[in-house]
């Protein structure tokens, strides 16, 4: 049995901020019945996927708050993607790629 790697300290660090923040606002904002969170990683990427079945919401007319604008920092800070796909009565995804270093 081969022994797996921990990722990058900085890494696991932003995902486990990412993933308590989304879980957060799911919680508090969305009324969702269902939390989703899948957390994937191969030798080059790690991604944080957070779904839930919720109220949604229109990401263009929402205000980002300091747990939004916390995550984009975040992972911007190590290069990474952000997409959020939600729009009302839809739920929303959240999808976030980060780099592992080799």
């Known amino acids: 049995m081969s022994k797996s ?45 957070v779904q839930d079945d919720g109220c949604g919401f229109n990401n263009k007319l929402v205000t980002k708050g300091a747990g939004l604008k916390n995550i984009y920092n975040r992972v911007a800070s190590l290069k990474g993607k952000i997409d959020i796909d939600t729009s009302p009565d839809k739920g929303t995804e959240t999808i976030i790629e980060l780099k592992v270093k080799s």
């Open 5 to 49: 790697k921990r990722i990058d300290k900085k890494v696991e660090t932003v995902v486990y901020y990412c993933a308590y923040e989304l879980v957060n606002n799911s919680c508090k904002y969305s009324e969702a019945k269902n939390i989703n969170v899948q957390l994937i990683q191969d030798d080059k990427h790690v991604s944080l996927i």
